[in-house]
């Protein structure tokens, strides 16, 4: 029988005390022991022949196929990734991925992380599958005028990044004029729509308390958690939301996971289909509502132990459960 081939990319994450952030492009998204005890278990599979360090970033793509130096990552059976790319639109990190998984199985998914990636698409795939997701309005700067009466019913909303951002440009819309006034900015010093359209998200009277963030890996739930008051400011009315000036995470306790928030966050990793995802979630009226989607998830060491789970054979199952799969046909 025809050995199965795997290729894999998981780089080193920056070394403690460089002053790089952990997520600037290229860097491994793994703490090091992790990334250190998942090398070892890719190495122990039997009966696969598995290729390191294939950096799809530094490739290029002839006629539909990827080439990192001479090696044909096509000729695969299975690739692997997990590294911090470049998330923009347009991304030809993204293209490479997308391109391979026309041919081969790619994990992480390169569709359904870019899904993730775009917090208005993600929000329409939850709602589309039943999900308990915020509302949102998509908006372009020539027919904004149009969400004056939404703003209207809804009171308060929040402007955000399509992409995301560690809370930056997250902002609290109060009125209709504010809305008019910051988008006006926008396009008469730019003279674009950034993020290609404006994203408006109705805000929910919450209580931090209720905030929960889960970190899912492989349909599973790793675990809980949510940032402590040290990482929340002022967004104005008196609301806060939660902020990373320098991007890299932490300040974080880990908590219990209400099985109603469970299951929002089930039907949400369905909805979307990555691999890794992440969900915050807020409590309005009894119920969870996600608010946001993380294609690369709190990841807390600590927390991994608190709750007894081995990170690196977490990661592992999801090479190890495409490998079953080939092997049954």
């Known amino acids: 029988m025809k050995k199965i081939k795997v290729g894999v990319f998981i780089p080193l994450p920056v070394p403690k005390g460089q002053k790089a952030s952990i997520h600037s492009a290229g860097i491994g998204r793994l703490p090091l022991t992790t990334q250190q005890r998942l090398v070892e278990l890719i190495r122990s599979t039997k009966g696969v022949d598995i290729y390191f360090d294939l950096d799809f970033r530094d490739s290029l793509i002839r006629d539909?196929?990827?080439?990192v130096g001479d090696?044909?990552?096509?000729?695969?059976?299975?690739?692997?990734?997990?590294?911090?790319?470049?998330?923009?639109?347009g991304s030809y990190d993204l293209d490479v991925l997308k391109t391979l998984?026309?041919?081969?199985?790619?994990?992480?998914?390169?569709?359904?992380?870019?899904?993730?990636?775009?917090?208005?698409?993600?929000?329409?795939?939850?709602?589309?599958?039943?999900g308990l997701v915020a509302e949102t309005v998509l908006f372009d700067y020539k027919n904004f005028s149009g969400?004056?009466?939404?703003?209207?019913?809804?009171?308060?909303?929040?402007?955000?990044?399509?992409?995301?951002?560690?809370?930056?440009?997250?902002?609290?819309?109060?009125?209709?004029?504010?809305?008019?006034?910051?988008?006006?900015?926008?396009?008469?010093?730019?003279g674009i729509t950034p993020d290609?359209?404006?994203?408006?998200?109705?805000?929910?009277d919450n209580s931090h308390d209720n905030w929960i963030s889960v970190t899912m890996v492989n349909a599973e739930i790793m675990y809980g958690y949510r940032k402590r008051k040290t990482k929340l400011v002022e967004m104005g009315n008196g609301i806060t939301k939660v902020y990373d000036a320098n991007e890299i995470g932490g300040d974080v306790e880990s908590c219990e996971v209400p099985q109603l928030y469970k299951?929002?966050?089930?039907?949400?990793?369905?909805?979307?289909?990555a691999e890794v995802i992440g969900f915050d979630m807020i409590l309005y009226q009894g119920k969870p509502i996600i608010i946001d989607e993380n294609t690369f998830p709190g990841y807390y060491e600590d927390i991994f132990e608190v709750v007894g789970r081995d990170p690196a054979r977490e990661f592992y199952k999801l090479i190890i459960t495409e490998i079953d799969k080939l092997k049954l046909r």
């Not at 539909?64 to 080439?67: A, I, L, M």
């Not at 992480?108 to 795939?125: C, M, R, T, V, W």
């Not at 703003?151 to 504010?178: H, N, Q, Y």
Request: proline content about 2%; hydrophobic content about 45%; aromatic content about 16%.
């Open 196 to 204: 290609k359209a404006y994203m408006l998200e109705r805000f929910y």
């Open 147 to 190: 969400v004056e009466k939404i703003l209207d019913e809804w009171g308060l909303a929040v402007l955000k990044p399509r992409r995301g951002g560690f809370g930056k440009g997250v902002t609290l819309i109060s009125s209709f004029a504010m809305l008019r006034d910051v988008v006006d900015y926008i396009y008469s010093t730019t």
């Open 64 to 67: 539909g196929k990827v080439y």
């Open 263 to 273: 299951d929002e966050a089930l039907k949400a990793y369905y909805a979307i289909g």
């Open 71 to 89: 090696f044909c990552l096509n000729d695969l059976d299975i690739f692997f990734w997990y590294c911090e790319i470049d998330r923009s639109v």
């Open 101 to 130: 998984a026309k041919d081969i199985k790619v994990v992480i998914n390169p569709q359904s992380f870019e899904l993730g990636l775009d917090k208005y698409a993600s929000h329409l795939a939850i709602k589309r599958a039943g």
